[in-house]
């Protein structure tokens, strides 16, 4: 079935470090990809999305490329902040599949150190 | 972008009781979702909200135990019924904006964080 497979946290950073969070999906169709941030308290925010291969999405200074090649949608930040900690999940959506169902992945803790 | 709110925030409730959690969308949106989130994991899809008619359940869940209300396209409604501490989670509402094929943006709400004891 649709899946999706994140790198298993927590992941620990310094503060201006470089981060990576891996996400690979598995999916019949052609799906939409997303990524989701969840401050401590909090409900889940959209962070970026991307709709179809190659596309990038952008936003607060992360990054991820749909690549259709690899299944991957790793989520990239150049240079991350304490303000990033969060729990990160990424997730999939196959148009005209289940009509509720934003398949999540396990979600990946990310803690950032001044 | 759509901006949803949900009350109570949080609360803790007794075993045998029930809470109805209200979620309201400042915009229309085309679908309504709720999910529970236990501790730790990922989120787990409840069922869909439709609007005067019956919700769509996943599997695993029953409407006499969530009984859910969507009386308009901005409101809904989540009870968890009979309560026991298993169902300690957050409960989050979400909504989805339409689009282009493939265009669509989902967004939730802050979450209603319930403890049973």
């Known amino acids: 079935g649709d899946s999706v497979t994140q790198m298993e946290g927590p992941v620990t950073l310094s503060e201006e470090a470089f981060l990576t969070i891996n996400c690979t999906y598995t999916a019949t169709g052609y799906p939409s990809l997303f990524w989701y941030v969840q401050y401590p308290g909090e409900g889940l925010q959209l962070l970026l999305k991307?709709?179809?291969?190659?596309d990038k999405g952008s936003n607060k200074g992360f990054e991820a490329t749909y690549r259709k090649e690899t299944t991957s949608f790793h989520l990239e930040k150049g240079s991350v902040q304490v303000s990033d900690s969060a729990v990160y999940f990424c997730?999939?959506?196959?148009?005209?599949?289940?009509?509720?169902?934003?398949?999540f992945g396990k979600g990946t803790k990310l803690s950032v150190k001044p | 972008s759509a901006v949803i709110s949900q009350k109570p925030s949080r609360d803790i409730c007794q075993r045998g009781t029930s809470l109805t959690i209200q979620c309201q969308v400042d915009?229309?949106?085309?679908?309504m979702f709720w999910y529970r989130q236990q501790p730790g994991q990922s989120l787990t899809l409840i069922a869909t909200?439709?609007?005067?008619?019956?919700?769509?359940?996943e599997s695993g869940f029953v409407i006499d135990k969530f009984p859910i209300s969507r009386p308009n396209l901005t409101f809904s409604t989540l009870t968890v019924s009979n309560m026991s501490p298993e169902d300690s989670s957050i409960y989050l509402c979400s909504g989805r904006t339409s689009g282009r094929a493939n265009s669509y943006e989902q967004y939730f709400g802050p979450g209603t964080r319930l403890t049973v004891t």
């Open positions: 991307a709709t179809k291969a190659d």
């Open positions: 909200a439709n609007q005067g008619s019956e919700a769509t359940y």
């Open positions: 997730a999939l959506h196959l148009y005209g599949g289940s009509q509720g169902n934003l398949i």
């Open positions: 915009s229309q949106v085309t679908m």
